[in-house]
């Protein structure tokens, strides 16, 4: 499974930006799809994560300001970003867990990651 990520960048403080992954090869029938963030010198977080079967999660930082969705099709998966904040500045990683039925062995796969700045 390979993972390419797009749409970081730099956006003004209460700005929106939205991100998109996409996994591509040998992909999982059952899955979760996420992004997850990292601040040099700290640990890689949850930001947002997304089922094959379409059950999400957030983190509380981001809740009401952060959507995420998935192309099931497309095995793509987007997280609208709005009213950003300064804090939200960080390195992006998709991750994309895969399985397959009964099987109860999990595989990850992580993006290059993809940087987003919000200028206050």
């Known amino acids: 499974v390979q993972l390419v990520e797009s749409g970081g960048g730099l956006v003004q403080a209460g700005g929106s930006l939205r991100l998109s992954c996409a996994a591509t090869?040998?992909?999982?029938?059952?899955?979760?799809m996420g992004w997850y963030r990292q601040a040099p010198g700290k640990q890689r977080e949850l930001v947002a994560a997304?089922?094959?079967?379409?059950?999400?999660n957030y983190a509380d930082s981001v809740r009401g300001r952060f959507t995420i969705s998935r192309d099931g099709a497309k095995e793509t998966v987007y997280l609208q970003m709005n009213s950003l904040k300064a804090e939200d500045t960080d390195v992006y990683y998709c991750?994309?867990?895969?399985?397959?039925?009964?099987?109860?062995?999990?595989?990850?796969?992580w993006g290059q990651g993809t940087l987003v700045t919000v200028s206050s």
């Open positions: 991750k994309y867990t895969g399985r397959r039925p009964s099987r109860p062995t999990q595989y990850d796969y």
């Open positions: 090869g040998s992909v999982f029938p059952i899955s979760v």
């Open positions: 997304i089922s094959s079967g379409g059950s999400s």
